[in-house]
């Protein structure tokens, strides 16, 4: 997803925690869960890894 803005929300509820990538140019996002105790780098990673595949399925280039 070289080259594409991409803006992440983190949101923790009890002890879970939902990580949202969106796609700047197309406005199409991506959720991921997991446990509210896990690192903020590791919530966006995953959330930019879904991003990035339902991107694919839609057919948008994404550049790498």
Same mark, same amino acid.
């Given at each position: !997803?070289?080259?594409?803005?991409? $803006?992440?929300?983190? %949101?923790?509820?009890? !002890?879970?925690?939902?990580?949202?990538?969106?796609?700047?140019?197309?406005? $199409?996002?991506?959720?991921?869960?997991?446990?509210?105790?896990?690192?903020?780098?590791?919530? %966006?990673?995953a959330?930019? %890894?879904?991003?990035?595949?339902?991107?694919?399925? %839609?057919?948008?280039?994404?550049?790498?």
């Amino acid at each position: !997803m070289q080259g594409r803005e991409v $803006i992440f929300e983190i %949101r923790r509820v009890g !002890m879970v925690a939902k990580a949202t990538a969106i796609d700047v140019e197309t406005g $199409i996002e991506a959720s991921v869960t997991g446990p509210a105790s896990a690192a903020e780098f590791s919530l %966006r990673e995953a959330a930019r %890894r879904k991003l990035a595949w339902v991107l694919g399925k %839609r057919g948008v280039q994404t550049g790498g």
